[in-house]
Nanobody, 123 residues
Framework: VQLQASGGGLVEPGGSLRLSCAAATEFTSGYYAEAWFRQAPGKGREFVAGIKWTGDSTYYSESVKGRFTISRDDSSNTVFLQMNSLKPEDTAVYYC????????????????WGQGTQVTVSS
């Protein structure tokens, strides 16, 4: 499955961004768990948020809980990450990932990855 992440950019602290991850047209998002990960300079990859393939469960890291929301639109095969109240420590490259019939949890076996989109939070 080919994934294309977009929506990153430069935003001031306290601002908002919405990331999108579009899948190839043959992909049926209703059968995949999707997740967002991020990697800051000099750090390892970190789970941010995930949604179960059934769409009825979501998971968030403690660092973003209450500020970020993951959602998806099956009609357009797109998963979104709405990021509010952004902080400088949210600065990273954000990646979307997918796993067939997955749970959307941090330790899922995600076998498809997007190319990443840069998010920079700075004044």
């Amino acid at each position: 499955v080919q994934l294309q992440a977009s929506g990153g950019g430069l935003v001031e602290p306290g601002g908002s961004l919405r990331l999108s991850c579009a899948a190839a047209t043959e992909f049926t998002s209703g059968y995949y768990a999707e997740a967002w990960f991020r990697q800051a300079p000099g750090k390892g990859r970190e789970f941010v948020a995930g949604i179960k393939w059934t769409g009825d469960s979501t998971y968030y890291s403690e660092s973003v809980k209450g500020r970020f929301t993951i959602s998806r639109d099956d009609s357009s095969n797109t998963v979104f990450l709405q990021m509010n109240s952004l902080k400088p420590e949210d600065t990273a490259v954000y990646y979307c990932a997918a796993q067939p019939l997955g749970s959307g949890t941090p330790h899922g076996r995600y076998n498809s990855w997007g190319q990443g989109t840069q998010v920079t939070v700075s004044s």
